[in-house]
């Protein structure tokens, strides 16, 4: 007969000793942290969790089997407190419970329950039956970790939670209506937004749901133009949308080359390349796209696209679309050197008019082919101002706005809005927000307004309303508002509606009061005339930063969906004030509030190092002020909408979005004097630009993404969705998380976990939905009624362009997107632009 002999003695010998020490660890990590989280009034979980699991090492030392009987209880017990906290949503689960299912699996082996016993033995008892509750509580262990396991496959299998609904099909009244509407050709795009209306709206339909799947790559264009060039800021990225004109393609690339491609075949037709200042200190190198005017005015709508307009609207177009007068005739082109031209702002500040049938400079336009931007602009120092964003293109006017670094300091340059003469480059007017009523080009000797709001995104126009639409961004700095003007509080973080002809403001429509968060208005808007009650009236949707979609009556800026003024969290920093309420739209895409369950991480651990800094940061919710202690920014500046904007179906009435959740952390650091360094200590000497700094004020800012120690974001997925919604009702009808985490991991996981994207997407008359901006590379289809992807190509960069659709001269629709990646964001740098047609006659190659 085989005894057991009693041995009270601990042991760190074998597994179960190994174990023991693991545990301890554990508890240790988990007992100092979860004190900290609840003496800061977060969840007590942690804490409790710490105890159990060091009596569960303390048994283990003990060579007690009642280590496996706790142990299951406690994964039972951190089964039920993850269902109660996160309910079934997988994401949430899985951080919560994968390092406890990690730590019992070893608790099954054989050699850890057999080296176990139970209580005190009796030396003459068999040493099995001593050990069979040791046997029995790797069984309960074994059920602990099968309850866990039936919980995860649940909540995976019913991943994602997703707002399931349809849209409305195209309305045909409004189909019919637009018809007749002239404008850019179907199959062509003169606009950054396919026309000045910035729909992005295709109004083709060979590409459907039931075909998309055949499409094929046609042909790949390799620009050479690489990120990675001496003198590159981080941000150097690959953001041009192509146009379309004729038979050929027309493209901008970050190192301000100008292409032209044959669009059948993606063959180079010619290439300009620009020569800039040597030796400039740039925030951001790229160009989003170029400007366009035709030869000839054959219609005032030609600019408005095949958007609907109201019996009003179409008779004054019908009025306006007059034959050129012999001023803008053959004798001016012949002294403008060009019948047509394209535009493009340079990152040294100058603003470019080319011949699109060769590539050459229209030398008349202003001198020598270019106008200087530095004209007037007060602090001139090279590479601090410079447009990123296509111009506004008129039959009459040019129009620019430019970037104004960011933070800092308070003499930075003016934010002024220019119209130029479209033929000679001629200033014809100037709006500036510090001095909104004085549009007259200044005389010789004057300059604009010190760091007054600038518009660095693009701009929309109704040449019929002789409106144009601009979003105008913050004063630097951007945290900080204690010395802002009258008029730098009325126009800050706005969308604003200037007269053609002479720059006057006709109407304004603030998006945020007292910006303290860098809220600029991001994204162009999207002109759409909408059917409501038995009326169309001229609209235009808004998106922000802050997840609202504004949509506006575009005659007088007053809201056709409802807005109303929420109370806003209080308690500036020091010489500052805050806004008592906000606007919000009926229409909103503002993710809901985080609370500490919230939090998240790959394990336990950071998930509860998350839980610790939001509970550290002040957070009131949006617009909660930033501060010295610092203050959690959701939805934080990078945006829920930025410079892709939305694509708008004119026909449904429907808008398709891709909202991006993503948190920031703003923290406030007192300045000493107005020459240190406070954020960029580590900065060489003479280094530009020094961000955040904010020299003048007296407070720096330090910003980054809410992150935890793995680089992860601390708050739950998903981070990006793509959404559709009526535009007459407000109502999303549908809503996904959107994108995988294959190239955001160290290893590639195609975990569809909803990414951010930046970027915009296109729909088509063929009820199609066109993106490739999330940070995967691939660009996919969705059927817009339903949000279903349908389709996705794997891209060799990172696509964070906005894509186009278009005709080619063998009939075939094609859907081009630009794979060139993006500095700071960290995706794959590349030079290729990819053009995707149904199967048919390839172009070369």
């Avoid at 309303?465 to 008029?487: E, F, K, T």
């Amino acid at each position: 007969m085989n005894t057991y002999s009693n041995n009270s003695t601990p042991s760190f010998r074998g597994l179960p000793g190994t174990m023991a020490v693991v545990f301890a660890l554990l508890a240790l990590l988990l007992g100092i942290g979860g004190g900290w989280l609840l003496w800061l009034g977060g969840s007590a979980y942690y804490l409790l969790m710490a105890v159990g699991l060091l009596v569960v090492a303390l048994l283990l030392l003990w060579r007690q089997a009642a280590a496996l009987w706790l142990y299951a209880a406690l994964c039972l017990a951190t089964l039920g407190w993850s269902v109660w906290e996160a309910g079934l949503d997988w994401w949430q689960l899985a951080p919560r419970l994968d390092l406890f299912v990690l730590l019992g699996l070893p608790l099954l082996l054989p050699a850890v329950w057999r080296a176990l016993r139970w209580g005190q033995a009796a030396g003459t008892l068999q040493e099995s039956t001593l050990r069979t509750p040791a046997r029995n509580g790797g069984w309960a262990v074994a059920a602990a970790l099968l309850a866990v396991g039936v919980v995860s496959v649940i909540s995976l299998a019913t991943y994602p939670h997703t707002l399931q609904g349809s849209l409305p099909p195209s309305q045909g009244q409004l189909r019919e209506r637009g018809a007749a509407t002239l404008g850019v050709p179907p199959g062509e795009w003169h606009a950054y937004g396919r026309t000045g209306h910035g729909q992005r709206y295709v109004p083709l339909d060979q590409i459907t749901p039931d075909n998309v799947g055949r499409l094929q790559l046609a042909w790949e264009f390799h620009t050479g133009d690489l990120r990675g060039q001496p003198g590159d800021p981080q941000e150097t990225t690959f953001e041009v949308t192509p146009l379309k004109i004729g038979d050929r393609l027309y493209l901008c690339t970050p190192h301000q080359d100008i292409i032209a491609l044959d669009a059948t075949t993606g063959r180079q037709v010619w290439r300009h390349e620009v020569q800039v200042a040597a030796g400039l200190a740039l925030q951001h190198r790229t160009c989003r796209g170029l400007g366009y005017k035709p030869a000839a005015a054959a219609s005032v709508a030609a600019n408005a696209g095949s958007a609907p307009t109201t019996a009003a609207t179409a008779s004054a177009a019908s009025t306006a679309a007059t034959p050129a007068s012999a001023a803008d005739g053959p004798a001016a082109t012949a002294a403008n050197n060009c019948a047509a031209k394209l535009y493009m702002p340079t990152v040294d500040g100058r603003l470019l008019a080319l011949d699109p049938d060769t590539g050459a400079a229209c030398t008349g336009f202003g001198d020598g082919g270019a106008v200087d931007l530095w004209a007037h602009m007060p602090n001139k120092r090279p590479g601090a101002y410079y447009a990123t964003s296509p111009p506004v293109v008129t039959q009459r006017v040019v129009i620019v706005g430019g970037t104004v670094l960011d933070n800092v300091s308070t003499q930075e340059q003016s934010g002024v809005i220019r119209a130029f003469d479209a033929d000679s480059g001629a200033l014809v007017w100037n709006w500036d927000s510090g001095n909104p009523d004085d549009t007259a080009p200044l005389a010789a000797g004057q300059t604009y307004t010190v760091n007054s709001p600038n518009s660095w995104s693009i701009g929309s126009v109704d040449e019929v309303l002789g409106l144009v639409y601009l979003p105008l961004g913050n004063q630097p700095p951007d945290q900080w508002g204690g010395r802002r003007s009258a008029a730098v509080e009325r126009y800050s973080s706005s969308v604003v509606a200037l007269d053609l002809q002479t720059g006057q403001v006709r109407w304004v429509f603030q998006t945020v009061h007292h910006d303290l968060w860098d809220y600029d208005v991001p994204a162009q808007p999207s002109l759409v005339d909408l059917q409501i009650g038995s009326n169309l009236v001229p609209a235009l949707v808004q998106p922000t930063k802050q997840g609202e979609l504004f949509v506006l009556d575009r005659r007088t800026g007053t809201p056709l969906l409802p807005v109303t003024e929420a109370a806003a969290p209080q308690g500036a920093a020091a010489g500052d004030h805050t806004a008592p309420t906000q606007p919000v739209a009926a229409l909103s895409f503002d993710p809901p509030r985080l609370q500490g369950r919230d939090m998240w991480g790959g394990t336990a651990l950071d998930q509860l190092w998350c839980r610790i800094a939001f509970h550290r940061l002040r957070y009131e919710g949006r617009f909660t002020p930033p501060s010295t202690q610092g203050s959690l920014v959701y939805p934080g500046n990078f945006g829920v909408f930025n410079w892709g904007s939305v694509a708008v179906d004119p026909y449904r009435q429907i808008v398709f979005a891709t909202p991006t959740r993503l948190a920031f952390v703003s923290r406030l650091l007192p300045r000493p004097d107005d020459t240190s360094l406070v954020v960029n200590k580590q900065a060489p000497a003479g280094a530009l630009p020094a961000l955040n700094e904010n020299f003048g004020a007296p407070f720096a800012a330090e910003m980054k993404p809410f992150t935890s120690p793995l680089g992860l974001p601390c708050h739950a997925p998903p981070w990006g969705l793509v959404a559709g919604a009526e535009l007459t009702s407000g109502r999303i009808a549908w809503q996904h998380p959107n994108g995988t985490v294959r190239d955001l991991s160290p290893v590639p996981l195609p975990f569809r976990m909803g990414v951010p994207t930046l970027g915009g997407p296109i729909v088509t008359a063929g009820g199609l939905a066109f993106l490739s901006g999330t940070l995967d590379y691939y660009v996919r289809a969705y059927d817009v009624s339903s949000g279903a992807e349908l389709w996705r190509s794997r891209l060799p960069a990172g696509g964070q362009a906005t894509p186009m659709s278009y005709l080619g001269a063998d009939g075939r629709q094609y859907l081009l997107v630009v794979a060139g990646g993006h500095g700071s964001l960290g995706t794959k740098t590349g030079d290729s632009v990819l053009a995707y047609a149904p199967p048919g006659n390839s172009g070369a190659r």
